[in-house]
């Protein structure tokens, strides 16, 4: 099956607020969405973080999603 299609794409503004090493970031189409991660030491640590004690719990924080105005 072939798709023929033709578009015109006007962005005047984007603001992105983060992205993750799971990110999908995509305007138009695309036929193939590959898969691609890198993991970079940023901080250049040199050791292993230490290791949690059981009892402690590591907070989580979500963020709220807000659907766009339309």
Do not use: C, R, W
């Not at 578009?7 to 503004?13: A, S, V």
Request: charged share 15%; glycine share 4%.
């Amino acid at each position: 099956m072939i798709f023929n299609i033709h578009q015109t794409i006007q962005i005047n503004m984007i603001k992105i607020e983060s992205i993750s090493n799971s990110s999908v970031f995509q305007i138009g189409s695309a036929g193939v969405i590959k898969p691609y991660s890198t993991l970079s030491n940023t901080g250049e640590f040199t050791e292993p973080a230490p290791q949690l004690e059981e009892d402690i719990v590591p907070e989580t924080s979500f963020v709220p999603f807000s659907p766009p105005n339309t």
